[in-house]
């Protein structure tokens, strides 16, 4: 237990404080989409079908929707992969679209809120947005028929058009049991100072090199490539993990999209995570310290990197490291097969939990309408 921090929020159990109803979909909308493509559920935004798993067998379920808090629509909405693995969103707002759609007119939940007491999973890049380049995500915006429900997603920047408030933020999918076998002895000595494996220039997206990762991952090449503190590189050797727990700092620097799997990788192996993202909302901001564990650094003074981080004290290196080794801290980032008390799955539950009860205006008068399902793109309304 973590004292005097937002730690002990962790340990909260959500059982019995939320009831949650699964809509029964036809199978094309989740089981069909993974058999197509079992490679979805080793990417990172296969929180969508674990959440789903998870809640068919968890105690917070409820068969008769009456008595539910909370409904759930499973849809796997980023299971359309690219032959190398990259998720296309450009079904994605069709077929949740088309999901709505059943649910708003085979039972009577939806058409009560507009979809308020709904939660749905949107792990891509920049959520509902539903484009994983920002300039395009922000000219689409939120999915129109999500406007109303909760957004659990991946995507987290505060003042942006694709993170509305009230959204829950987790973190990208990380294989847990993969790490698990990676570990390597506690008492091994950090000897690499920064630790760094990935793109610093998207080649291919990003030819004039000034797009991708808003050029802080450029900076921090062309500033430390010969500086003997900063082990980065492209190279993703096979001692990735076991790198990552011989090092003090592991950066986490924003891509694409501000958030990586490397934030989960750090902490799960104990390496601060040195979070170069400004304005990134982190996983479970409410419930996790991240300002006592992480070091944040504006992507502006990415050529100061080695001051900054070589004039932390080391009581304070210690009492993050301290804090890295809280093991509530590492569960919170999992969703593990078959759940734990205070993973992942759990934290979205807790979530939801503080949510209730649902403010009464959330209720609409039977026939109101506020939601408008003719506004978008005109690709969007085509049939899925």
Not at 165 to 184: D, F, N, R, V, W
Not at 329 to 349: E, I, S, T, Y
Request: with cysteine; aromatic share 12%.
């Amino acid at each position: 237990m973590i004292a005097g921090s937002a730690g002990d929020v962790l340990e909260d159990d959500p059982v019995g404080r939320l009831k949650v109803f699964v809509y029964e979909l036809p199978s094309k909308y989740n089981k069909k989409i993974l058999q197509k493509d079992p490679r979805c559920l080793n990417h990172m935004f296969a929180a969508e079908i674990y959440m789903h798993r998870f809640l068919l067998s968890s105690p917070v379920r409820t068969l008769n929707p009456e008595e539910a808090d909370w409904f759930y629509t499973p849809v796997y909405t980023t299971c359309d992969l690219t032959p190398n693995g990259l998720p296309l969103p450009f079904k994605s707002p069709r077929m949740m679209r088309s999901a709505i759609q059943l649910i708003s007119s085979n039972w009577p939940y939806w058409n009560r809120t507009e979809g308020a007491d709904h939660f749905f999973l949107v792990p891509h890049d920049f959520g509902a947005c539903f484009h994983y380049q920002e300039e395009k995500a922000i000219e689409r915006g939120i999915l129109p028929l999500l406007q109303r429900a909760t957004l659990v997603q991946t995507f987290g920047q505060r003042n942006h058009v694709c993170l509305k408030e009230g959204s829950i933020t987790i973190p990208p999918y990380a294989p847990p049991q993969k790490m698990q076998t990676h570990l390597i002895p506690e008492k091994t000595p950090r000897s690499i100072f920064v630790y760094f494996r990935g793109l610093f220039y998207d080649v291919g997206n990003d030819p004039e090199g000034g797009y991708y990762a808003r050029g802080a991952r450029a900076a921090v090449w062309e500033n430390f490539k010969d500086n003997p503190l900063f082990d980065i590189s492209t190279e993703h050797p096979t001692t990735y993990y076991e790198d990552m727990q011989r090092a003090v700092f592991c950066l986490c620097p924003l891509g694409w999209a501000p958030w990586s799997p490397r934030l989960v990788e750090a902490v799960i192996f104990g390496c601060i995570p040195v979070i170069i993202a400004d304005d990134i909302v982190l996983p479970f901001a409410d419930a996790i310290p991240w300002e006592e564990i992480g070091v944040f650094v504006d992507e502006k003074d990415v050529p100061n990197l080695d001051t900054i981080l070589t004039s932390i004290p080391p009581e304070v290196i210690l009492r993050k490291q301290r804090l890295l080794a809280n093991p509530s801290m590492k569960q919170a980032m999992l969703f593990p097969h078959p759940a734990q008390p205070g993973d992942a799955f759990h934290q979205v539950l807790n979530g939801l939990a503080r949510k209730l009860p649902h403010d009464k205006s959330v209720y609409l008068n039977p026939g109101e309408k506020v939601l408008n399902w003719t506004a978008g793109p005109v690709g969007d309304l085509k049939p899925w």
